[in-house]
C-alpha cells in the first residue's frame, strides 16, 4: 500500500429498511439497541447500524459477515444504490449521498466498477461485447473500447476468448469476464460483492490467487465482500468484521486472528484453517497428466515446460509421474518408453483429506496426486504449494495460540 490516503469513508453510518426509516427504528438503533429487538419494537430492520470505516488508496478491504450482517448494504451506498438513513459515505472527497441523476451515473462510471457473485452476462454475445459493454454505453468509440476489452482480458487471463460466447464458458471463466469487464473503464475503485462465493473451492482459490496478481499490477481500490473468514484473511490487507448491522472488528488478518476484539470474532477465528481445515481440492490444479499410452516424443515434449508430469492409464486412473530427469535417463536406452521411465511410487491424496496431513508427502519434493474414491486422476499439488501454504497458516496460528492462551 503504498499511498496512506483515504478513498472511501463510511462516518456513523445508518441504514434502517421499512416505511418509516427515521422513526423509532432509529431511535432504538441510535441507541445501540440490537437489530433483532429493534425489529420486535418497531417492525422495521435495521441494515446498518453506526458503521464507520475507511478504505485507503490501493489496498484490499474485505468486509465480511455472516449472510444478513449488512455486507451488501454497506457496500451499497458506497455507489448510492442505497440511500442512507443517517451519516455520511465518501468517496475521493465526494458526499455520494448528494449525488442524482448524471452526475451519479457519471460518478458510478468513471469512479467504480462492479462484480458480484451472479456474474450477469449477456449468455449470446461474445465475451468483448460483455466486456466493452460499460464502454459502449458511454459511446466510447468500437476501436478504443475493444482495445480497453482486450487489455481487461489479458489481465485476467481471457485473451483467447475474445470471441467465444459467454455461454460457452465455465462459472469461473464467466466470473473473470466480469472482473474483466469491471476493470476494462480503469476504475480507481473495484466493488466485489460475493464476486467469488458461486465458484467451487478449487476455482475460487485460483480466483483469488488471481485477484492478488491482478491487483500488483494494476493497484486499485478493491472493497471485497465475502462470508467466508479464511477468503477475507487470504486476501485482504484489512479485513471488517460486521454482525448484525454493526461492526465488530477492523484489523490486519494478523490482528484480526492474534487479538480478536470480541468473543465472537475469536469464535470464528477458532473456525479458520490453522493448517488443519485447509483441503486438498482447495489447493490443487489441474492434474495435466500425460496417458500412458503416450509416445516417447511426446512425454518428452510435454516435460519441456515442467519438471514432472503425472501419468493416467485409459480408466483416467493414476497409474504414476514420469520426471525430466527420469524421460532424460532413459532416452539413450535402445528403445526408450514411458514406461521404463515412469515411477508409480507416486503420494496420493484424495480432495477432501487436509493439507497438514500432507506435510511428509510433501517432504518427498514430488508432485501429489489427487485422486477420487475410485482412483481416477483430479488433481495436482504441487510440494512447495502445499508447504508455503501450511506455513503461511502455521505461523498465524502460532501467533494466535501465543495471544490467546497465554
Ligand atoms: N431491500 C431491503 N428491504 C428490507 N430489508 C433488507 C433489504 N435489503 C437488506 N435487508 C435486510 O438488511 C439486513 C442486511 O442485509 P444484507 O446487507 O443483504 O446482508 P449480507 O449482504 O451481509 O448478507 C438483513 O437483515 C436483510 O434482510
Ligand atoms: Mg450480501
Request: with cysteine.
Amino acid at each position: 500500500m503504498p499511498e496512506n490516503e483515504e478513498i472511501i469513508r463510511l462516518n456513523e453510518v445508518y441504514k434502517i429498511f421499512g416505511p418509516q426509516p427515521r422513526g423509532r427504528a432509529f431511535d432504538l438503533a441510535k441507541d445501540g439497541v440490537h437489530k433483532d429487538e429493534v425489529q420486535r419494537q418497531s417492525g422495521h430492520v435495521v441494515g446498518l447500524s453506526n458503521v464507520s470505516f475507511s478504505v485507503q488508496k490501493g489496498e484490499i478491504f474485505v468486509v465480511m459477515g455472516l449472510s444478513g450482517s449488512g455486507k451488501s448494504t454497506a457496500i451499497r451506498t458506497v455507489n448510492k444504490l442505497h440511500d442512507v438513513t443517517s451519516g455520511e459515505v465518501l468517496v475521493d472527497g465526494v458526499d455520494v449521498q448528494r449525488l442524482e441523476g448524471k452526475e451519479l451515473q457519471a460518478f458510478r462510471r468513471e469512479k467504480m466498477g462492479m462484480v458480484f457473485q451472479h456474474f450477469a452476462l449477456f449468455p449470446h454475445r461474445n465475451v468483448t461485447d460483455n466486456v466493452a459493454y460499460g464502454l459502449k454505453v458511454q459511446k466510447v468509440d468500437r476501436t478504443e473500447r475493444e482495445a480497453a476489452a482486450m487489455k481487461a482480458l489479458q489481465l485476467v487471463g481471457l485473451g483467447a476468448y475474445a470471441d467465444n460466447a459467454t455461454s460457452e464458458l465455465s462459472g469461473g471463466m464467466q466470473q473473470r469476464v466480469g472482473l474483466a469487464r469491471a476493470l476494462a473503464s480503469d476504475p480507481d475503485i473495484l466493488l466485489m460483492d460475493e464476486a467469488f462465493s458461486a465458484l467451487d473451492p478449487l476455482i475460487r482459490r485460483q480466483m483469488q490467487d488471481e485477484l492478488m496478481a491482478i491487483q500488483d499490477e494494476v493497484h486499485k481500490t478493491i472493497l471485497f465482500i465475502t462470508h467466508d473468514l479464511n477468503e477475507a484473511l487470504r486476501i485482504g490487507d484489512r479485513v471488517c468484521i460486521m454482525k448484525d448491522g454493526v461492526v465488530v472488528q477492523i484489523g490486519t488478518p494478523e490482528e484480526i486472528l492474534t487479538q480478536p476484539a470480541t468473543g465472537y470474532v475469536a469464535e470464528f477465528v477458532q473456525d479458520v484453517d490453522q493448517g488443519r481445515v485447509i483441503k486438498v481440492e482447495e489447493v490443487m490444479v489441474p492434474p495435466d497428466p500425460v496417458h500412458i499410452d503416450a509416445e516417447f516424443g511426446e512425454v518428452v515434449k510435454a516435460l519441456v515446460d515442467v519438471g514432472e508430469r503425472l501419468v493416467v492409464d485409459a480408466s483416467g486412473k493414476c497409474a504414476g509421474l514420469v520426471t525430466r530427469s527420469d524421460v532424460e535417463r532413459v532416452a539413450t536406452q535402445g528403445v526408450p518408453t514411458l514406461a521404463s521411465a515412469m515411477r508409480t511410487d507416486v503420494p496420493i491424496a484424495i480432495p477432501s483429506q487436509t493439507l497438514n496431513e500432507l506435510y511428509a508427502d510433501a517432504g518427498k519434493g514430488l508432485p501429489i496426486a489427487c485422486c477420487d474414491e475410485s482412483g481416477r486422476l483430479v488433481g495436482r499439488m504441487d510440494p512447495t504449494a502445499v508447504l508455503e501454504e501450511l506455513g503461511r497458516v502455521e505461523a498465524l496460528a502460532d501467533a494466535f495460540e501465543r495471544e490467546v492462551y497465554m
